[in-house]
C-alpha cells in the first residue's frame, strides 16, 4: 500500500513539473527560460501609468493593447511606442502585433505636441492640434468663431471643427482649411472676402463653393488669398488702395486669379498692403506704400499689381501689420521697412524707412511675428527678442517699459510664437502653452482672478480640459 501511494506521488510530482515546463517554457536539455517580458517606459511622462506588462512566450507574436495607458505630459500626447527612447529604433502603434525575439523588451512613448499651429488675435485665440482638431476661445462678437445667437464668449476651448490642415483668422472672420481641401468661413463678410459673391455675413462656419483645388489660404481683416494646388494665387475682398493686386482698385466679393504670380513660397496680408516671397527668394509687393511699408524707397504710389523689390534676394519668410514689414533672410538675419513710430522695427532712432534695413544685433533668427505696435523674433538657441510697446506687458519680461531696439525677454525654449494686439501666446520646445500681456489667460482657465487681466510675466495655460479629444 505504501508503495503504491509513493508511485502515484511520483506520478504527481512528475505531472505538476511538465505542467510547470509547459506554462513557462523552460527548456530541460540548456536549462534556461524562453519567456519575454514586455514593458512600457512613460518616457518624460510627468503622471500616469503604463497599459501594464505582458509576461508572454517568447516564440510567439503579441498583441499590443489598444491603449497607451494613462500617461500624462502637459502639451503633448503619445502618438506612438518605439523601441528606443530617442525615437531611433522600431515604431509601434497600439493595437499592433510585435514578435518576440528576447527575453525582454521596453517600449518608449513617444511624445507629439498637442499645438500645431496657434493665432493670437485682439480678443481671441485658435489653437490648431496636430491630429487636425481645431480650438478657440474668446470673443466671438463678429462670429469669428462659428457661435451663434448667445453664445458670443468663451472662457473654456471649444472645439469648432475636425480633421483641419490650416486656419486664418482676424478680428472679423475666420477661415478653415480642411484636410479634404474645403474651405469653411465664419464672421462678418462687409467687402466679400470670402469670395462667394456676396457681402452676407454668417454666424456659424459655411462651407465656400466657389473655389476648389486649395493649397493654402490667407487673410487680412477685410481680404482673402488663396494658393491652389496648380500655383496660382486667387484674391477676394477689399481692395481700395490695391492691397489684393489683381490689377485695378475695386473690391470684390469673387475670387479673381492674379495675372503672373506663381511659385509662391509665402505670404502676408495686412489691411493695406500684401507681401508675397517667391521660392526662388525674391520678394514682391501690392498696395499702399504710405508708409514705406512696401520698401519701394522713394514710391508712395498704391501698386495695384505686385512688383519685385529690387535688391532684396534671400528671403525665407515675411510678417506684415498694417503699416510695416519684416522679412527674415535665409542667412538668419531680419530686415524691416515702414513705420517705426513706436520701435516695432528695432531701429535704435525710432525712424521709420521706405526700404528694408537690417535690424541690428540679430543673426540667427529662425521665426517672426508682428502687430502694429510690437515685434517678436524667435533665434535658433529658443531665446526670444522683442521690440515696440509694452504698455501691456505683452514682452513677457515682467515690466512695462517700452523698447526701440530688439532685447531677449529671458524667455527660453521658444518653438512659436504670435502676437496678438495686446498680448501673445507662445509655445515652448516642451509643447507647453504661456501667454503675456492683456486678457488671453481668461480664455483658456489660467486659475487667475477674473480681474487679473494684464500678465507682465508669462502665464501657463493648461491644456489639460483639451485631452478629452486626444
Known sequence: MCKTRRIQATILIMS?????????????????????????????????????????????????????????????????????????????????TVELTGTSLTLFAQWTHVIDQIQALLRHMLILKDNGDLFAGGSSRSYQLGFYSDYHNSTDPLLIMTDV??????????LVLKNDGSLFASGTNTYGAFGDGTTTYRRFFT?????????????????????????????AGKNNVGQLGIGALASTSSFVELPNMTDVSSISMSDTHTVVVKNDGTLWVTGSDSNGQLGLENSSENKTSFVQVPGVTGVASVVTST????????????????????????????ASSNTFQQVSGISDAISLTTNSNYSMIITGDGQLWVSGNN???????????????????????????????????????DGSLWVTGSAFSKYFNSGQEPGDLVNSKPIQISLSSLRMFL
Not at 22 to 37: F, K, Q, V
Open 391 to 429: 504698455q501691456n506687458g505683452q514682452f513677457g519680461d515682467e515690466t512695462f517699459t517700452n523698447s526701440t531696439t530688439f532685447k531677449q525677454t529671458g524667455i527660453t525654449d521658444v518653438l512659436s510664437v504670435s502676437a496678438g494686439s495686446t498680448g501673445a501666446a507662445i509655445v515652448k520646445e
Open 207 to 235: 462651407r465656400i463653393t466657389d473655389i476648389d483645388n486649395i493649397e493654402s489660404v490667407y487673410s487680412s481683416t477685410y481680404g482673402t488669398m488663396i494658393k491652389k494646388k496648380d500655383d496660382t494665387l486667387w484674391a
Open 165 to 174: 490642415k490650416s486656419v486664418s483668422s482676424n478680428d472679423n472672420f475666420t
Open 323 to 350: 503699416n510695416n514689414t519684416l522679412i527674415l533672410k535665409t542667412d538668419g538675419t531680419v530686415w524691416a521697412t515702414g513705420q517705426n513710430s513706436q520701435g516695432s522695427l528695432g531701429f535704435e532712432n525710432q
Open 16 to 96: 505538476t513539473l511538465v505542467l510547470l515546463i509547459s506554462l513557462t517554457g523552460c527548456d530541460l536539455t540548456s536549462n534556461t527560460m524562453s519567456y519575454s517580458i514586455v514593458s512600457f517606459d512613460g518616457n518624460g511622462a510627468e503622471s500616469g501609468s503604463s497599459p501594464g506588462t505582458i509576461i508572454q512566450d517568447s516564440n510567439l507574436e503579441i498583441t499590443l493593447p489598444t491603449t497607451y495607458g494613462s500617461f500624462y505630459r502637459e502639451g503633448n500626447y503619445i502618438s506612438g511606442w518605439n523601441t528606443k527612447a530617442d525615437g531611433s529604433g522600431t515604431a509601434y502603434k497600439k493595437g499592433e
